[in-house]
């Protein structure tokens, strides 16, 4: 279920520190802010159907996480049942390698 509270917070956040936030709840939510049921098996897990739609959100996201001239972290919002879930994973910046 989304919090429209801690939605607008993590934004807020990411917008203030340079990170980028990931917002996979809109692309993935009913209207009753449940994961839609044609994305999950179990309205908790996505399926590939789901996994359609996450995979080249997440992918933009780390593209502009890895662009990011600071160390970005990104917010990815996950919808679930029973709890708003939010994860947020650290994407530190890579050493140069060298040529």
Excluded at 37 to 52: C, F, I, T
Excluded at 63 to 70: G, I, V, Y
């Amino acid at each position: 279920m989304g919090d429209s509270i801690t939605d607008a917070w993590m934004k807020d956040y990411a917008a203030k520190n340079g990170c980028v936030y990931l917002d996979y709840f809109t692309s993935m939510a009913d209207p009753q802010n449940a994961l839609k049921a044609e994305l999950a098996a179990d309205a908790v897990h996505p399926n590939k159907a789901g996994y359609a739609i996450m995979g080249p959100l997440a992918e933009k996201a780390i593209a502009e996480a890895l662009s990011a001239p600071a160390p970005p972290m990104v917010f990815a919002h996950l919808v679930t049942p029973s709890s708003p879930s939010s994860l947020a994973m650290n994407m530190s910046p890579r050493p140069a390698l060298e040529t």
